[in-house]
């Protein structure tokens, strides 16, 4: 059973568009994360929910939104796509604020 | 703002070989994660250190917290092919809800 699952696996898109990236975990955690990764490898955090409230919003460009419908799911729309939106994404999940993270397996979004 | 610096950033060694891998901040944590991340997938989290000198021990891999809770070290014995991987260090601060700061990455190759 996957524990925090991610759609699509790679997206492939245009300058100017608009997408999103879904987020669901099954481990009963209350608390969703979004991570950015660069071509670097350097893994940033842009927002995180707990019980589906708003707690981290990191200098994120306003053109991404996340919602979380409910504690189980955290998804991530982002308007008008830069090419500098190209990086994996990461969903992410925890009891709580806990430090013990566990990870989806990220999103490579490709801005062409 | 908390930074943490990771180095090395590249590793390549032969199987059987001992290596370490370091984790340094200026800033104090509460605690410290490591990571490790194969191509394709997310972050797997390895182990969390929180009290100042801990030592943990996971098969051939030793962790290690700073006593002022500022670095870690991850060593690994006896590398083996299958260690090759990004090693991820990240630290989380007192009130930080969940977020967590991320080293830049070491990416480890360990040849048969």
């Known amino acids: 059973d996957t524990a925090v699952s991610q759609t699509p696996k790679y997206l492939v898109t245009q300058m100017g568009n608009d997408k999103s990236i879904k987020c669901e975990q099954n481990l009963g955690h209350d608390t969703m994360y979004w991570y950015k990764q660069d071509s670097k490898k350097f893994l940033k955090i842009m927002f995180s929910y707990n019980n589906k409230e708003l707690i981290i919003n990191e200098t994120v460009p306003n053109r991404f939104s996340p919602k979380s419908p409910d504690k189980a799911h955290l998804n991530l729309h982002i308007n008008s796509l830069e090419l500098g939106d190209s990086a994996v994404y990461f969903c992410a999940s925890s009891v709580g604020y806990s430090w013990e993270q566990y990870f989806g397996p990220g999103t490579r979004l490709t801005v062409t | 703002t908390q930074l943490l610096e990771q180095s090395p950033q590249f590793l390549s060694i032969q199987e059987g070989e001992n290596l370490t891998v370091y984790c340094n901040s200026s800033s104090v944590f509460s605690s410290l994660q490591w990571y490790r991340q194969e191509p394709g997938e997310g972050p797997v989290l390895l182990v969390t250190v929180v009290t100042g000198g801990e030592v943990k021990k996971l098969k051939r891999l030793t962790f290690q917290f700073g006593d002022a809770r500022k670095d870690s070290s991850l060593h690994i014995t006896a590398a083996q092919p299958g260690d090759t991987g990004l090693y991820l260090c990240?630290?989380?601060?007192?009130?930080?809800?969940?977020?967590?700061?991320f080293g830049q990455g070491t990416i480890l190759t360990v040849h048969p």
């Open positions: 990240a630290g989380a601060g007192g009130t930080s809800y969940g977020k967590l700061t």
